[in-house]
């Protein structure tokens, strides 16, 4: 049978059963495919990939460096050096932790950078820090175990967490932070329930999508209430490394308490996303079976980047850049800020990040993003992403993230101007 008639054969036995259509347009059927197919709202996010390439639309939707950062030339330099030098190595296999080298220029890094002393023992390189939240998940989490994430998270953890079957419980995010008396109220209530209450996800340094900082208080009671339950924190913290307001005491949650966080960062948002290099540091008796699991996802990641990022942390090129960043990013931040205060009408409001790439804008509260999300791109020439896909549960419609470090100042004003007229005239 050639190739052709199976695909056709399939394709009627689609129609008798409960069909499906993929994001291509093809029936499929449902039985056929695992459930965390299904778990992931497609919709939004098909609308909002197609118009980043349309010149008549200015997105705010990507969560994307500005690409005129990327120090191309230092990155040439350093391929051209491992390519030289170490090229056996670097084009060969290599341990599923990550390069020793890597390990131990990102302990230094950290260290530098007072984020804690790890040891490279306890840290792992990942394939951008998505694959570590992947991998902790799957290290720590069986199906129906208790994951607490603020309210709203980052859509990708959620994704993640569906994909696992986690039961998700959500706790209101505050403007400083998770808000620890909930927390702590909801814990004891589904301990209570014999529920397997796991792990506390947060991204404490300005938040995707929020923007907002928890403050140093928070950041302690929060280690407090994880330890009263014997629970893990994951720290995803890809923001922290270039602010643009003077913060100070903002520890970040592993250095706190290395014995109880689980800290994940990544090159993407402090050099570059092409790279996919993220890490893990992870309390000793975890290391051997994350990596375990980082085994079973990808064998290991790509070896040739990993030496070239050694060879950039050795240098300093990637903290020499830091304030160049945040320079820039400040500027952009502070367009978008003023460009809200001027075009909103006054049943907006929305954060002020002191770093990271988001504001989290609230409209009133009978107005859904998500439906307005067509209108938007294609009578107004405006795209975000609507806040609903960052909540668990009850999502709060009136709510849409709006990413500042892509766009140029000058499309940050003209789409907060069109945003704003759309807002008045819903
Ligand atoms: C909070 C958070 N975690 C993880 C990631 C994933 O980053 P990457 O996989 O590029 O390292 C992002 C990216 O936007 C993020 O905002």
Not at 91 to 110: D, K, N, W
Not at 162 to 169: E, N, V
Not at 199 to 223: A, E, F, H
Request: with cysteine; proline share 5%.
């Amino acid at each position: 049978m050639s190739s052709v008639s199976i695909c056709r054969r399939l394709k009627q036995v689609n129609k008798t059963s409960s069909p499906y259509i993929s994001a291509e347009g093809v029936e499929l059927r449902r039985e056929k495919l695992s459930r965390r197919c299904f778990e992931v709202e497609e919709s939004t996010i098909r609308d909002i990939l197609k118009v980043l390439s349309r010149k008549d639309v200015i997105s705010f939707a990507g969560g994307i460096p500005d690409p005129d950062t990327f120090p191309h030339e230092d990155i040439e330099r350093a391929f051209s050096k491992c390519m030289r030098e170490n090229w056996r190595k670097a084009l060969q296999y290599t341990e599923s932790q990550g390069v020793r080298e890597l390990r131990e220029e990102i302990a230094r890094f950290m260290q530098r950078l007072d984020r804690g002393s790890p040891d490279p023992d306890n840290v792992i390189v990942t394939s951008g820090s998505q694959e570590a939240l992947y991998i902790l998940s799957m290290t720590l989490l069986d199906p129906g175990d208790v994951v607490i994430v603020e309210r709203p998270t980052y859509l990708a953890m959620l994704q993640v967490l569906k994909s696992m079957s986690a039961k998700i419980i959500d706790v209101e995010l505050k403007d400083d932070g998770i808000d620890v008396e909930a927390l702590d109220t909801v814990v004891k209530k589904l301990e209570r329930e014999g529920e397997n209450v796991k792990m506390i996800y947060v991204v404490p340094t300005c938040q995707n999508p929020t923007g907002i900082t928890m403050s140093i208080d928070k950041r302690k009671q929060l280690i407090e209430i994880a330890e009263k339950h014997d629970l893990y924190i994951v720290e995803d913290d890809p923001y922290s490394y270039y602010l643009y307001d003077n913060v100070e005491n903002l520890e970040p949650l592993y250095k706190l308490c290395p014995e109880r966080v689980i800290y994940c960062s990544t090159f993407s948002k402090i050099l570059v996303p092409g790279f996919r290099v993220g890490w893990i540091v992870a309390p000793e008796d975890l290391v051997s079976h994350i990596v375990k699991m980082k085994q079973i996802v990808s064998l290991q990641t790509t070896t040739v980047t990993q030496y070239v990022l050694a060879e950039l942390l050795k240098d300093g090129i990637i903290e020499r850049r830091l304030p160049e960043l945040s320079q820039r990013y400040r500027k952009k931040r502070d367009a978008m800020l003023e460009a809200l205060e001027t075009y909103m009408p006054s049943h907006v409001t929305w954060t002020r990040p002191v770093g990271g790439m988001f504001v989290w804008v609230k409209a009133r509260p009978d107005i859904d993003t998500t439906r307005l999300l067509n209108i938007a791109i294609e009578k107004y020439g405006v795209a975000y992403v609507p806040g609903e896909a960052f909540y668990a549960t009850n999502p709060q419609r009136n709510t849409m993230r709006l990413n500042f470090t892509y766009p140029s100042a000058r499309d940050i004003f003209e789409g907060v101007k069109r945003l704003g007229e759309m807002l008045k005239e819903v």
